[in-house]
């Protein structure tokens, strides 16, 4: 028997499909879809609503979506806002917007510029943050982790009014790494080889190995070389 090569999916204004497996599949406007997807290329240019797992080599998101499932993918590109409900699986993270994650969330490359929730744990080799609002992750582990605060812009400023309850930088349980710098930084345990804390870092404990250094504008409780 003749094996059937996956088809192409395609939305485009409103509606929606089943799941199943797919070649390529492409939302522009607004789609659902009911049901596990496996698929070479998932691109959303609008909004979307996944309910089910997702398992893709490339998936791009300009816009608005909702996984409500787990996702595992080679590369995870967002500019604008993702949900996911599940853990992530991820080569490279990039994004330009926010990412929420109720789950892990692991990546070989974790980079976010804007906005970010992992409720579980952040576990990447290299993590690069721009933030533009806050952000939140239970633990953080990795090799190279650098923070940075950037001014609010637009929707993360809108954002920030909103949720006024959480400050305007990353806040963590704790961080540990080989390679640290941190902004605007609230943890109950830092600890790596070398660390550096800048300014509107709030530490309870810096555990480090090689050197550490903080700006006169950090707050750490207790510091120590093991």
């Known amino acids: 028997m003749e094996k059937k090569n996956p088809i192409d999916l395609k939305i485009q204004g409103h509606g929606s499909s089943a799941g199943g497996k797919f070649n390529n599949v492409i939302i522009k406007g607004a789609g659902q879809i009911n049901g596990d997807v496996d698929c070479v290329t998932l691109e959303i240019y609008g909004d979307c609503e996944l309910n089910g797992n997702l398992k893709a080599n490339v998936v791009r998101i300009k816009g608005n979506s909702r996984i409500k499932g787990n996702l595992k993918a080679d590369k995870l590109n ?15 993270v990039t994004t330009q917007g926010s990412i929420n994650v109720n789950g892990d969330c692991n990546a070989e490359i974790f980079s976010v510029e804007g906005m970010f929730a992992v409720e579980g744990l952040l576990n990447s080799g290299k993590i690069e943050v721009k933030l533009h609002g806050p952000s939140k992750a239970l633990e953080i582990g990795g090799e190279e982790i650098k923070v940075e605060r950037k001014g609010k812009l637009g929707f993360f ?22 390679e640290i710098f941190l902004e605007h930084t609230q943890s109950k345990v830092v600890r790596g080889n070398n660390i550096v804390l800048e ?3 709030d530490i309870e404990l810096v555990e480090y190995n090689d050197s550490f250094k903080m700006d006169e504008k950090a707050d750490v409780g207790t510091h120590r070389k093991i």
């Open 78 to 92: 967002i500019k604008g806002a993702a949900d996911i409900e599940g853990n992530i699986s991820v080569e490279e």
């Open 157 to 178: 400023a809108l954002k920030s009014m909103i949720l006024p309850g959480l400050k305007n930088g990353l806040t963590t349980n704790s961080i540990e790494g080989d």
């Open 199 to 201: 300014a509107g870092c």
